[in-house]
């Protein structure tokens, strides 16, 4: 991949965003910005932005675009980007593919592709409750289908584990509503300008990531 571009991994909740967003960013030299981190950081430090976020991420529901695109504005300013910029859960309304759309171009880095991973629901739902998170690395582990070698500990750094507050089973069925209600939608959005790279996102990511590797690869 030659010059600045922005892509973005896109799909429902528990598609493999994050995981191929990290090996995107590793290989590619991209910018990641992972607008779920951001707030998760705001809510944990307790910032005005944070405690504005909390109620709606606790229920599973979008964060106001109001609160959401500024953020990604600033981000995208303040970061340097030499190779450009991997987005990770964002964008997920109309509003914020069409502010993404204009920034992106703006700051030389142009929205290139986007990584649709199509998910079943029966594959989000088992995968997001039995997601575990190391604490120190932030390595992914799961409970029924990649479990640790030691409960609760991370095979990688010996970290502990945990389990995302909005990855329990009703909250998860909520979030996937949402998704389906309101951010479905934005694939139209990129599908109209012909930037949309369908990635089977049930797949292990061992065998999903080759394919997205290549499909940047032709990004010239
Ligand atoms: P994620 O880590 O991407 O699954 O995001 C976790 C939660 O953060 C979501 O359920 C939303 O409440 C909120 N969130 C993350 N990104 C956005 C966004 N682009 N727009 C609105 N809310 C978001």
Known sequence: MRGRHSIIAFGPPGAGKGTHAERLVRDFGLERIATGDILRAAVADDTPLGRQAKPYMEAGALVPDELVIPIVEARMRATPHERGFLFDGFPRTIAQATMLFEAAERVGAPVEKVIYLRTPQEVIVT????????RRCGAVFNTETMPPKVAG????CGGEL???????????????RVYEEQTADVMAFYRDRGLVVEIDGALPAEESYPMIAASLGAVS
Not at 153 to 156: I, L, R
């Open 127 to 134: 995968r997001l409750t039995g997601r575990r998170i190391c």
């Open 153 to 156: 500990v991370c095979d990688a």
């Open 162 to 176: 945990y389990q995302r507050e909005d990855d329990t089973e009703a909250t998860v069925l909520a979030r996937l």
